[in-house]
């Protein structure tokens, strides 16, 4: 007669996959989520952002919800908040190149 496995050793497995999931996909996109907030919240004029559809600029005032960013010298965008993906350094920047 075989002796009955306790239950607690068939969870184990299932905990551990678990655990493995929270601490390399969850809690990293969790941090990342709360750095892009913080990043959003923090905007100030003046500061280059790139946008979700790739476009970069520079923040010239706040609407509400939304910046006002202005993408060249003519044009100037209200944009949402959430559309900014990341806070731009100059030094990585895009540069012109003469053609």
């Known amino acids: 007669m075989q002796p009955t496995p306790n239950p607690l050793m068939n969870m184990l497995p ?4 678990f655990a493995i999931f929270y ?3 969850i809690r990293p996109q969790q941090k990342q989520q709360k750095e892009l907030e913080t990043m959003i919240k923090n905007l100030k004029p003046g500061d280059k952002v790139l946008t979700s ?3 970069y600029g520079v923040v010239l005032g706040f609407k509400g ?3 006002e960013v202005q993408f060249s ?3 100037k965008l209200t944009v949402a908040r959430s559309a900014v993906t990341a806070l731009v350094s100059p030094a990585s920047a895009p ?3 003469a053609a």
Not at 14 to 17: C, E
């Open 14 to 17: 299932i905990a551990a996959i």
């Open 23 to 25: 601490f390399l996909l």
């Open 53 to 55: 559809g790739g476009l």
């Open 65 to 67: 919800d939304d910046l």
């Open 73 to 75: 010298q003519t044009v």
């Open 95 to 97: 540069t012109k190149t």
